[in-house]
């Protein structure tokens, strides 16, 4: 099984840039397709971005598109995802999580959450 941990996240000005890190340990993070998820104060917890084991297929919500890119580095074990022109909506605690599956976008498809990293973004 593989053990996950955000990094990355902070208070940022609307407008601003953020990266955060997805750094897994125990069972290599190749072997997996990858997911953000957030969830913001009172809300459900949706999808925000997912990368195929191989980066072939990315794939995002349409409230990122054309903010937010996913990549990842197998050799490092670890996915990132770059947020750039963040809004006041983006505030979240941001999880990443694996999958087995190809392009899901479920949570329930998910597994070996970790703790989530804090977003915030000031208008």
């Known amino acids: 099984q593989v053990q996950l941990v955000e990094s990355g996240g902070g208070l940022v000005q609307a407008g601003g840039s953020l990266r955060l890190s997805c750094a897994g340990s125990g069972r290599t993070l190749s072997s997996y397709s990858v997911g953000w998820f957030r969830q913001a104060p009172g809300k459900e917890r949706e999808f925000v971005a997912g990368?195929?084991?191989?980066?072939?297929?990315?794939y995002y919500t349409d409230s990122v598109k054309g903010r937010f890119t996913i990549s990842r580095d197998n050799a490092k074990n670890t996915v990132y995802l770059q947020m750039n022109s963040l809004k006041p909506e983006d505030t979240a605690l941001y999880y990443c999580?694996?999958?087995?599956?190809?392009?899901?976008?479920?949570?329930?498809?998910?597994?070996?959450w970790g703790q989530g990293t804090q977003v915030t973004v000031s208008s």
């Open positions: 990368i195929s084991r191989t980066s072939t297929f990315t």
């Open positions: 999580a694996v999958s087995t599956m190809y392009g899901s976008r479920w949570e329930s498809d998910f597994e070996s």
